[in-house]
């Protein structure tokens, strides 16, 4: 037998009548038609449609939605008349009380598990991250022995920082190749064994400033080796 399709709900665009208890009908109320094919429906507010006992649960959760529809036996959907598209547009459910508590406490239940999960996903990055931090330190002390390993963890830090871009982020960066080693500890010493950034801040166009800080550089860099 084919699945009946949810009672529709209609949110009244004029006012009327119920037709079984004769309530005047305003313009906003929540009513439903009824009626053969081919007759003309008449309106029946909630009370005499038998609805009036469920609760309505708003459009937009879509996982809520589908778990309270399934776990309510009776069930509308409720549209309203949108003037300008000229269409009933669905604005949400009616459900069971019942069946909507019991979709809330399931979906706090997958919500409480999902951040558990992402939580344990933040860890095992944190981790992943520390130990190729670890070697990334390795690297630039093995490279630069004079060093003082401090400096090669901090600079390790910066250039593996995650969603930076900088070039331990690179592929690579992750294989630990040598000039991106050297990229790192070339940056870093740019920019504290050097006066790049007081000349950047002067105005001096940036490939200008490489250029004049290019020998006090490779003489800080050879200093590490």
Same mark, same amino acid.
């Given at each position: ?13 004029? *006012? ?7 309530? +005047? /009908? ?14 003309v429906?008449? #309106?029946? !507010?909630?009370? !005499? ?5 469920? =609760? ?7 996982? /809520? ?8 036996? /009776?069930?509308?959907? %409720? =549209? ?6 000229? &269409?009933?547009?669905?604005? $949400?459910t009616? %459900?069971?009380? @019942? #069946?909507?508590?019991? #979709?809330e406490? *399931? !979906?706090? #239940? ?8 992402? *939580?344990?996903?933040?860890?095992? @990055?944190?981790?992943? @991250? ?9 690297e ?6 004079? %060093?003082?390993?401090? &400096? ?11 969603h930076?871009?900088?070039? $331990?982020?690179?592929?690579?960066? +992750? ?29 001096v ?21």
């Open positions: 037998m084919a699945e009946r399709e949810d009672p529709t709900v209609f949110i009244a665009h004029r *006012e009327g009548a119920c037709a079984e208890c004769g309530k +005047k /009908l305003e313009g906003g109320e929540w009513i439903t038609l009824s009626g053969a094919e081919g007759e429906a008449e #309106a029946l !507010c909630l009370g !005499c449609s038998d609805l009036d006992h469920l =609760v309505f649960l708003p459009r937009g959760n879509a996982a /809520l939605t589908r778990r309270a529809g399934k776990h309510s036996t /009776l069930r509308a959907v %409720v =549209v309203a008349w949108n003037r300008r598209r000229k &269409r009933y547009e669905r604005q $949400g009616l %459900v069971g009380e @019942d #069946a909507l508590r019991r #979709a406490e *399931e !979906c706090l #239940a997958d919500a409480d598990l999902r951040a558990r999960r992402a *939580e344990r996903r933040r860890q095992r @990055d944190q981790l992943a @991250d520390a130990g190729y931090v670890a070697d990334f330190t390795r630039i002390l093995r490279a630069y022995p004079q %060093v003082p390993p401090e &400096r090669a963890a901090k600079i390790a830090l910066h250039a593996c920082q995650r930076s871009g900088r070039v $331990g982020r690179s592929a690579a960066g +992750k294989g630990l190749d040598p000039k991106t080693i050297r990229l790192a500890v070339r940056a870093h010493l740019r920019h504290t064994a050097t006066n790049y950034d007081e000349l950047l801040m002067a105005g166009p940036r490939r200008e400033a490489r250029a004049e800080i290019a020998d006090a550089l490779d003489a800080a860099e050879r200093r590490w080796r």
